[in-house]
């Protein structure tokens, strides 16, 4: 990036990138695909601005305008670092009102993002515009836009000046591979971004010169950057990157269970920490050092100081160049409780600056908040895990005659879904099923199903009828054992209050009874407040195979009834949950004109799991985002 344009020019990221449209808020853009909005100069203008453009990009693509199809998450991510960095640098340098305006390019789907101040006279500070002897303490944000954007520049009007940057969906994407944003091309955007958020390399003699000016953003952006993580090993990385080179030559991070750091003091320490990342200005000694390093491990004399302490100087490992130099150890502690220990080390040096060791203990802080949180993120994601897997059976059963396919996407990984879903023997000759969804998600959905799918197969197993099953079901669901049960699950998530009271659960369900015959099988059901089941004939004549009865667990005296057909040689019976119906499309909803019926009548001649499949991407393709519910559905089809 050269010297900042005086016009209105393009510094691009590209040959041959777009000039900046002459169309504006007041010009002839379309004004459903832009906002226009004015912040005050204040240090809450940045975060505005980035609540603004995240709410604005999905407001249109939940409206389906004309380009939104190529809007991805990630394209959304860096719009709203973008003009968060915009903003900071007008509020910083030019001290007045901000401008901000995010517009969509119909049907290109390039997102224009506008910061305008009225302190012209004042142009945005590029690092590499200034001489090299003197300290590079502006435009690290400026670097991270041209990074971002496909072009950017700035203009001058009277009494104004308007940065502007443009994002190109088509940039970001890599192949077949646009939704991948987990592992190694997380863990890689997340070291680009502290790359660039990161103070440039200092010396001692500069290093109050700089804390002075940029500390304080600095902090603020690698605290957003850390906090959205959510695997230790990242935060680690990400801590790394943040620091070296610029702050100091080499870090390293060592990871420790709680039990352990808490034995630290009275030597009843296990297996010792775990040297998490080391990280080097010269990646050729990184592996040295590490080798060093993990023969050393940091033994703190009080596990709950969080430093900074003197740290052994890995001579040996760095070479005769750096024998010499200066190392300090910081305890991660969060919530009083200890998780690790971070070392940065700068050779040549007696001792570290102040302002230094001061930036490092705050960030160090800020580093163990993000590993504790990932640390309870990832026990709450295991204990849902196994939560789900004893809520769900191991193994689907399989029929004779009748091919079945299930597809099931619970949309929180983090808690136990609502729906569920059964397909098991119940002897005789008979096997039942059944989907259902239960009001709300967590320990408290998990009471319900808990107690739904074993009694369904108890009651199924002990000869009762389909009707008969969901009747007694139903009481079972208004007992003061279950409400006794739901009080307990709503004690995990939160303290109980004085106006607590036992809820009833509702739940919706579709069960059901195969029973195969020569010839075909013959199938008796209910849906209890549940979703219609849909029949498909070898025809693609679709009709709806149960009519609507009351949820279970609203009503204590509700009887309810049980519907017979025959399922022929190619029949199909689709059952789903809301997941599937209610997927919303701005103010539509997938099953809107009987739309679930319109794909299953297209699917006539597919099988079981190409039928299951297809519908399973639809329902994705529907929304320009992830489902927001949960997604179950079972294709049963006679052979």
Not at 98 to 126: F, I, K, N, T, Y
Not at 230 to 242: I, P, R, S, T, Y
Request: hydrophobic content about 40%.
């Amino acid at each position: 990036m050269g010297a900042i344009p005086t016009q209105r020019d393009t510094a691009s990221c590209a040959c041959g990138a777009p000039a900046h449209p002459q169309t504006t808020a007041h010009g002839s853009a379309n004004s459903r695909a832009q906002t226009r909005t004015t912040l005050s100069g204040s240090s809450l203008a940045p975060g505005s601005a980035r609540a603004l453009v995240r709410a604005t990009v999905a407001d249109w693509i939940d409206a389906r305008l004309p380009g939104t199809e190529h809007l991805t998450d990630r394209v959304a991510d860096d719009a709203v670092l973008v003009v968060s960095e915009l903003v900071t640098n007008a509020v910083v340098h030019a001290g007045t009102d901000v401008d901000v305006e995010c517009r969509l390019e119909e049907p290109s789907g390039e997102l224009v993002v506008e910061v305008s101040d009225h302190h012209p006279s004042r142009a945005p500070h590029d690092s590499r515009a200034e001489g090299s002897c003197e300290t590079p303490e502006h435009g690290r944000g400026l670097r991270l836009v041209a990074t971002l954007a496909e072009s950017w520049g700035v203009t001058f009007g009277r009494g104004t000046k308007t940065v502007w940057a443009r994002l190109s969906a088509e940039r970001h994407r890599t192949g077949s591979d646009q939704d991948s944003y987990g592992g190694r091309l997380a863990l890689e955007r997340g070291l680009r971004a502290a790359e660039i958020l990161a103070p440039d390399p200092q010396r001692a003699e500069r290093d109050r010169d700089w804390l002075q000016r940029g500390a304080l953003s600095f902090l603020a952006e690698a605290s957003d950057l850390l906090a959205g993580q959510l695997d230790e090993n990242l935060v680690a990385a990400l801590a790394g990157q943040l620091i070296v080179p610029r702050l100091a030559d080499w870090c390293a991070v060592w990871l420790e269970d709680e039990a352990m750091g808490r034995g630290w003091a009275d030597g009843t320490a296990g297996a010792g920490p775990r040297l998490a990342r080391v990280w080097h200005g010269s990646e050729n000694r990184i592996e040295e050092l590490r080798r060093a390093l993990d023969k050393d491990p940091p033994h703190p004399s009080d596990p709950l100081r969080s430093g900074p302490v003197p740290h052994p100087w890995p001579g040996e490992a760095l070479g005769v160049r750096d024998e010499h130099g200066t190392a300090l150890a910081y305890r991660l502690i969060a919530g009083g409780r200890p998780l690790g220990t971070l070392v940065i080390g700068r050779a040549g040096l007696l001792r570290f600056p102040d302002e230094v060791t001061g930036l490092i203990e705050d960030l160090s802080r800020r580093v163990a908040l993000a590993i504790g949180a990932a640390r309870q993120y990832a026990r709450q994601a295991t204990i849902s895990q196994v939560l789900q897997r004893g809520l769900l059976p191991a193994a689907v059963a399989e029929i004779p005659g009748v091919r079945s396919a299930l597809v099931y996407e619970p949309c929180d990984k983090g808690g136990p879904s609502g729906d569920f879903y059964d397909l098991f023997p119940a002897g005789d000759g008979r096997w039942c099923f059944a989907v259902g969804d239960v009001q709300g998600k967590g320990p408290e959905a998990a009471v319900v199903i808990g107690l739904a799918r074993p009694w369904l197969r108890l009651l199924a197993r002990e000869g009762y009828r389909v009707a008969d099953v969901l009747d007694r079901l139903n009481r079972l669901l208004l007992d003061d054992a279950t409400e006794a049960a739901d009080a307990a699950a709503r004690a995990l998530v939160r303290p109980p209050t004085p106006g607590d009271g036992p809820q009833t659960r509702f739940l919706s369900l579709l069960y059901g009874e195969l029973a195969p015959f020569d010839g075909g099988v013959r199938c008796t059901l209910a849906s209890a407040g549940h979703p219609l089941p849909l029949l498909l004939g070898p025809d693609g004549a679709v009709r709806t195979a149960a009519r609507p009865q009351t949820l279970l667990g609203v009503i204590e005296d509700e009887t309810y009834t049980s519907e017979t057909f025959e399922l022929g040689s190619g029949d199909t019976l689709l059952c789903v949950t809301d997941g599937v119906t209610e997927r919303r499309s701005g103010s539509r909803m997938f099953d809107d004109a009987d739309g679930l019926a319109e794909v299953l009548a297209g699917c006539a001649g597919l099988s079981a799991e190409l039928i299951a499949e297809r519908i399973r991407r639809l329902v994705h393709e529907f929304g320009g985002r992830p489902p927001e519910d949960d997604l179950a559905l079972l294709v049963l089809q006679a052979e």
